[in-house]
Antibody, heavy 122, light 106 residues
Framework: QVQLVESGGGVVQPGRSLRLSCAAS????????MFWVRQGPGKGLEWVSL????????YYADSVKGRFTISRDNSKNTLSLQMNSLRTEDTAVYYC???????????????WGQGTLVTVSS | DIQMTQSPSSLSASVGDRVTITCRAS??????LAWYQQKPGKVPKLLIY???NLQSGVPSRFSGSGSGTDFTLTISSLQPEDVATYYC????????FGQGTRLEIK
């Protein structure tokens, strides 16, 4: 079955960087766009970024544009999120998620990882 | 920018009640609307996609309706295991979630 396992979270000071990874298995990773969604403590869900199945298109929420970079390695079934210039408001659980249908960018999400916690604090 | 507004933000209902949660988009989004359930401490789970399509494995007491700007999620007979926060999401360009509706048992 589909498995998405995030890693790389931790405590980091404001202004520093962190790189998240998501290891995918159980499906043809290279055929699906992939998403990052975050959830601040006690808050709702916020879409962060999307990368198309082949990596040719990348999209970002305005709140992270210019600071975060999404990437993927289809040979290793891995999704990444490079987070630079972190702010306290970036504190959240970061989920990687995959849509229900391959080859489409904008779609609903039917598989979610367990999430990795990023805490930005001095 | 499109806004997604859910109402109510929280509600309490009795087991067996019919529960309705609404989601309004500030601009028309056709049928590009999904509903998710997030139980406390758990990962979001897809319930409904394309406004009214039930995801495989989701109990039939859940249903969705609407198109354009106004959407509803209905639980026909509330069960104790339905305690959760429910989110709507527009998933066409620039996905956006509603603020969530917390559902409790009275």
């Amino acid at each position: 079955q589909v498995q998405l396992v995030e890693s790389g979270g931790g405590v980091v000071q404001p202004g520093r960087s962190l790189r998240l990874s998501c290891a995918a298995s159980g499906f043809t990773f290279s055929s699906y766009s992939m998403f990052w969604v975050r959830q601040g403590p006690g808050k709702g869900l916020e879409w962060v970024s999307l990368i198309s199945y082949d990596g040719s298109n990348k999209y970002y929420a305005d709140s992270v544009k210019g600071r975060f970079t999404i990437s993927r390695d289809n040979s290793k079934n891995t999704l990444s999120l490079q987070m630079n210039s972190l702010r306290t408001e970036d504190t959240a659980v970061y989920y990687c998620a995959s849509p229900a249908v391959g080859f489409l960018d904008w779609l609903y999400l039917d598989h979610w990882g367990q999430g990795t916690l990023v805490t930005v604090s001095s | 920018d499109i806004q997604m507004t859910q109402s109510p933000s929280s509600l309490s209902a009795s087991v067996g009640d019919r529960v309705t949660i609404t989601c309004r988009a500030s601009q028309g989004i056709s049928y590009y609307l999904a509903w998710y359930q997030q139980k406390p401490g758990k990962v979001p789970k897809l319930l409904i996609y394309a406004a009214s399509n039930l995801q495989s494995g989701v109990p039939s007491r859940f249903s969705g309706s609407g198109s354009g700007t106004d959407f509803t999620l209905t639980i026909s007979s509330l069960q104790p295991e339905d305690v959760a926060t429910y989110y709507c999401q527009k998933y066409n360009i620039a996905p956006l979630f509603g603020q969530g509706t917390r559902l409790e048992i009275k």
